[in-house]
């Protein structure tokens, strides 16, 4: 079962034998919508397969009408992007008057190519992100702040220690930890960072359950911390191996992408050194990170160094927040991350 937030394998409740599948592939459910029919009695197996046996003769009988097609020919015309009326119309000259492979495949040949290259159908995972991104966009007034971190200190402090923590915990110190811890404490002096629009009310969440986007084949699946704002740098850590792992696994428990408040994206893992990103629906903003690149930076006596620097975007919905609230939320990330620098 496909969600906007993650693929799933449902359980069965009972062991048995499956006798009628009840839905069809990418088709849209009801919550408790029944998918399946199961029995557990080799009885009540039989009597469901002879009720359904004339049904099977049936669909013998039309096989040779027109409209059948073969799951060959069928699975080429879904490659080709050719539909079921233009199938139709191509001369058969298989059994039975069907449509053969050899009669689509010389169609293909002397038909000119369509303009516009390769038809792929979207994913169920891939259409409700692209849903979810839709309604954010068009129903939130998005708003960009930008702001440059020096991360020299916090690089040096992550690397004398990544191996010591690696041998004692066994995943990985990285930024990002960091970078999700500065996230959530930032909200304390900035509660409205962390919070839902409801009609015309705002609502304030306690905690900060912060989201985390990993890019998987499917598209992006984004695993939730939760009470970010509260855990040590080694417990994030930990969070963050575990949850990703899972997430390009095909892992991840549907309770780990839900009840999410704010969301980081880091994009600079691809290089990128900054971005726009759109705010997850249901929340009212989104921290976008980019890459880490040395540069020259004047310092505050006037002299010049070379300093690891980083740029922080935040998005946010301009209905609940204003231009400087903004800034000054982004402004207490980077001291965070630019002092902030321990384990605990």
Do not use: W
């Amino acid at each position: 079962v496909s969600t906007d937030k993650v693929n799933s394998e449902i359980p069965s409740p009972v062991a048995g034998r499956v006798t009628k599948i009840l839905a069809s592939p990418d088709e849209e459910l009801d919550v408790g919508a029944p998918l399946a029919l199961i029995v557990t009695s080799d009885t009540v197996v039989t009597e469901e397969i002879q009720a359904v046996e004339p049904s099977v003769t049936s669909s013998k009988t039309c096989s040779s009408k027109k409209g059948f097609f073969t799951p060959v020919v069928l699975k080429i015309a879904q490659e080709k992007g050719i539909d079921l009326s233009e199938l139709e119309k191509i001369p058969a000259t298989g059994a039975g008057g069907r449509l053969s492979k050899r009669d689509l495949e010389n169609y293909l040949t002397q038909s000119p190519k369509k303009e516009g290259g390769d038809r792929i159908k979207m994913s169920t995972m891939r259409k409700m992100i692209a849903d979810n991104m839709v309604r954010s966009f068009y129903e939130a007034p998005h708003a960009t702040l930008v702001n440059e971190v020096d991360v020299t200190r916090l690089m040096k402090y992550i690397q004398d220690h990544k191996e010591s923590f690696q041998k004692d915990h066994g995943y990985k110190l990285t930024i990002t930890s960091f970078i999700a811890r500065a996230i959530g404490k930032a909200v304390k002096d900035f509660p409205l960072i962390n919070s839902t629009l409801e009609k015309d009310t705002i609502v304030l969440k306690h905690g900060v359950n912060l989201g985390i986007a990993v890019s998987v084949d499917q598209g992006i699946l984004v695993p939730v911390i939760a009470n970010c704002h509260s855990r040590s740098i080694t417990e994030i850590a930990r969070e963050v191996a575990s949850l990703s792992e899972k997430a390009r696994s095909g892992k991840l428990d549907p309770n780990q992408v839900k009840e999410g408040t704010l969301t980081m994206t880091n994009f600079g893992m691809s290089g990128t050194l900054l971005g726009t990103p759109i705010i997850r629906y249901g929340e009212v903003a989104i921290v976008g990170v980019g890459a880490i690149h040395k540069k020259v930076v004047v310092q505050d006596d006037d002299s010049l160094a070379i300093r690891s620097m980083m740029y922080l975007t935040l998005t946010f919905d301009h209905r609940v927040l204003d231009g400087m609230y903004g800034c000054g939320y982004l402004a207490a990330v980077k001291r965070h991350l630019e002092s902030d620098i321990h384990l605990t």
